[in-house]
Structures are given as structure tokens and as C-alpha cells.
């Protein structure tokens, strides 16, 4: 054998040597964040298929009702609610007044309910003001009117006084 392709074979025995120990090297860190990959991408799934299962949950607790809620019949439900509920949680209330209502004049619910734009849907909006007297009884109170067609849009709370808009919710008659 020449020199030559001597030199040339132990070049390339030495570059095969660099690469296969370079191979190892990163093959292990390459295989290393694979593994980790994979676990994250497990993780991932699982909380995803969670996730998915919350969301079918919600879709079927918020299918709508066919029942109708005629807006006068919801108003004085949740009026009713309000004035009965009162003593049990400890609230008292000063004021329950719609908004549109003009100086304690009388008005048709038609004038004190405006229709919800591209549905079949009326709202009042009723102002409430009052005394609590423990906190948890205040929360207890507003939670009361949860299963109703009833959303909570101001509420203001300072010492033992309280301020709430309500917006009720009901189809026409």
C-alpha cells in the first residue's frame, strides 16, 4: 500500500471514528427529547380529551328549553323571588324599580321592556338597592335567582349597602 491511500484510509477511519462518536453523542440527546416529546404529547392528549369532555357537558346543560317564558310571567317571578327571599338571607331591600319608569308613573310591561335585537326576546332592566346583613347572606341572596333567566349586570357593594342592576329575560307575548 502507498503512503498515500495510507493516509487517505487513516483520514477516513478517523472521520468515521468523529461521526459514529458524534452519532452516539446526539443520537442519546435526540432520543432523550423524543422520549419527552412523546410524554408532553401524552399529557397533551389527555388534557385534551378532558377538556372535550367538559365542553360536551356544557353543550348539553345549555341546550335551550322549548318552554316559553313570557316576559310579564318571568318579571313578576323574579320580583316575587326578590320580595320573598329577602328576610331569609338577611337582605332589605329600599328600592326595586325599572329603569324606564318615569317618577312612580304606571307602565305596561310592553313600555318598560325593550326587545333584544335579532332575537324573539324582551328584557327589563330593574335597579335594586338595600342593606345586608352578613355578606354571605347578600351572595346567598343574588345566587337565588340563578336558575332564573336573570343576568346580573352592576352590582356595587359598600359596607353593609348594596346597588344591583338586573336584566330579566323573557319571550313575547
Request: zero cysteines; proline letters at 3%; aromatic letters at 6%.
Amino acid at each position: 500500500m502507498s503512503i498515500k491511500s495510507l493516509s487517505l484510509a487513516k483520514i477516513l477511519i478517523l472521520a468515521s471514528v468523529a461521526l459514529s462518536l458524534t452519532s452516539i453523542y446526539y443520537g442519546g440527546k435526540w432520543a432523550a427529547s423524543a422520549r419527552s416529546l412523546e410524554v408532553k404529547n401524552t399529557q397533551t392528549r389527555t388534557i385534551l380529551q378532558n377538556e372535550q369532555a367538559l365542553l360536551e357537558e356544557l353543550r348539553a346543560s345549555l341546550t335551550p328549553s322549548d318552554e316559553e317564558h313570557p316576559i310579564e310571567k318571568t318579571v313578576s317571578q323574579v320580583v316575587l323571588t326578590l320580595y320573598n327571599n329577602r328576610t331569609k338571607y338577611g337582605v332589605n331591600l329600599a328600592n326595586v324599580v325599572p329603569e324606564r319608569s318615569t317618577s312612580g308613573d304606571m307602565m305596561g310591561i310592553d313600555e318598560l321592556s325593550e326587545e333584544v335585537p335579532g332575537m324573539s326576546i324582551r328584557t327589563v332592566k330593574v335597579n335594586l338597592s338595600g342593606t345586608y346583613d352578613y355578606y354571605t347572606g347578600l351572595v346567598d341572596y343574588l345566587k337565588s335567582l340563578q336558575s332564573m333567566p336573570v343576568a346580573i349586570t352592576r352590582l356595587k357593594v359598600q359596607d353593609n349597602t348594596f346597588e344591583a342592576s338586573i336584566r330579566i329575560f323573557g319571550t313575547q307575548s
